[in-house]
Each structure stands twice: as C-alpha cells, then as structure tokens.
T-cell receptor, first 113, second 117 residues
Framework: AQSVTQPDIHITVSEGASLELRCNYS??????LFWYVQSPGQGLQLLLKYFSGDTLVQGIKGFEAEFKRSQSSFNLRKPSVHWSDAAEYFCAVGSSNTGKLIFGQGTTLQVKP | NAGVTQTPKFQVLKTGQSMTLQCAQD?????MSWYRQDPGMGLRLIHYSVGAGITDQGEVPNGYNVSRSTTEDFPLRLLSAAPSQTSVYFC????????????????FGPGTRLTVL
C-alpha cells in the first residue's frame, strides 16, 4: 500500500539558514511525488513535483527536491530560508492509474529572526 | 477563472444534523476529491471521483456521502453529524481521471472549517 512518512513534525530554523525537510514513501511502482505548502488558514499550494527524468527537481519560491529511489526519499531543500517560508509542508505520493494522492502528516516550519 | 471554490467557509452543526459542503471547479478537471485535515494527521482522503457519474471511497469514508452529476460539482454530504467530524475539509481537483492519466497536480480550494457540537 502507498504511504508517506514525514519524520519531523516540527522544525525551527534561523532566517538565512539552509533547510531540509524529509520525506520517505512506500509505493510499489514508479512514484509520482509532490511537495505542497500550506500557509496558516489557507489551502495547499504546489511547490514542485517529480514524475520522471532528472532526480533533482526545481520548484517555486527557491525550493528544490531530490528523488532517491534507493532510499525511497524525496527530501525538500532550500539554501536560505526567509521568514515568509514559515508554514506547514506536506509531501505526497500519487497513484499511477487513479489520480489519488496520499499525504504525509506534515512538517511545521518555524523561522526565527 | 475561479479555480476550486468551496462553500461555506465556516459551519457549526449540532450532533445529528445534516449538511452539504459544496465544491465547484471551472477548469474542466476530471478528477475531484475531498480531504479532511486534522492536527498531526495530514490530509486524509474521504471520497474521490474520476469523472461525472463515478465515485469511490478513500481512507476515511464513513459518515460521508458524495455524488458527481456534473464535471464541475462534487458535493460532500454529512447525513448525521458527529463531533468526530469536526475538522477542516478541503476539496481538490486535477486533470487525472478516467482517461487513464497518472496522478497530477491537485488544485485545492480554500477549505471549510466545520465544528460539530
């Protein structure tokens, strides 16, 4: 069965520091992987997605993610965090034939000034 | 182009009451879905539809009904509300659907915050 694990429930980083949010997935076939961001009181916005090809994916707002099949991981990174990046981040894996997405539990990012 | 719209934004119900959460999209997406979001549990899929006339259950379907009579609309019905259904509900849509397309970006509505007393 598909599943997604985000090991870190809450992360705090200083503004300007680098960021890595972890995501591990379980899926029997080629995974379709997504990262979404949710600002307080808002809906979800897509940051980036991986379907195939280059394993390093660039997204919006300066985010990138790297797909590592051997580790079943799709970690999200940003070299320098801004205060406006404080939000909740969700990793998701998609089915190859139904369109369904399964989400992780989310990681809340706090940014210290 | 309004994207995905949800009404109402907030709702308070008493235990046993029924209501319908509305969801509409104007992007001609085949795939639509309903999630509930609870603290520490991420988003859990309630029901989904791969096209008009076709619906299926997700992870947590109990207590909820859906139908899909048009491409645009996908209402979620609570037949007899319970306090355990207190949550934030999101509707989403994407191009994926019965055409056999793989999972693609889902566009989310702004959410409905439901409290059941």
């Amino acid at each position: 069965a598909q599943s997604v694990t985000q090991p870190d429930i809450h992360i705090t980083v200083s503004e300007g520091a680098s960021l890595e949010l972890r995501c591990n997935y379980s899926y029997g076939a080629t995974p379709y992987l997504f990262w979404y961001v949710q600002s307080p009181g808002q809906g979800l916005q897509l940051l980036l997605k991986y379907f195939s090809g280059d394993t390093l994916v660039q997204g919006i707002k300066g985010f990138e993610a790297e797909f590592k099949r051997s580790q079943s991981s799709f970690n999200l990174r940003k070299p320098s965090v801004h205060w406006s990046d404080a939000a909740e981040y969700f990793c998701a894996v998609g089915s190859s034939n139904t369109g369904k997405l399964i989400f992780g539990q989310g990681t809340t990012l706090q940014v210290k000034p | 182009n309004a994207g995905v719209t949800q009404t109402p934004k907030f709702q308070v119900l008493k235990t046993g009451q029924s209501m319908t959460l509305q969801c509409a999209q104007d992007m001609n997406h085949e795939y639509m879905s309903w999630y509930r979001q609870d603290p520490g549990m991420g988003l859990r899929l309630i029901h989904y539809s791969v096209g008009a006339g076709i619906t299926d259950q997700g992870e947590v379907p109990n207590g909820y009904n859906v139908s899909r009579s048009t491409t645009e609309d996908f209402p979620l019905r609570l037949l007899s509300a319970a306090p355990s259904q207190t949550s934030v509900y999101f509707c989403a849509s994407s191009y994926s659907g019965r055409a056999g397309r793989v999972a693609d970006e889902q566009f989310f509505g702004p959410g409905t915050r439901l409290t059941v007393l």
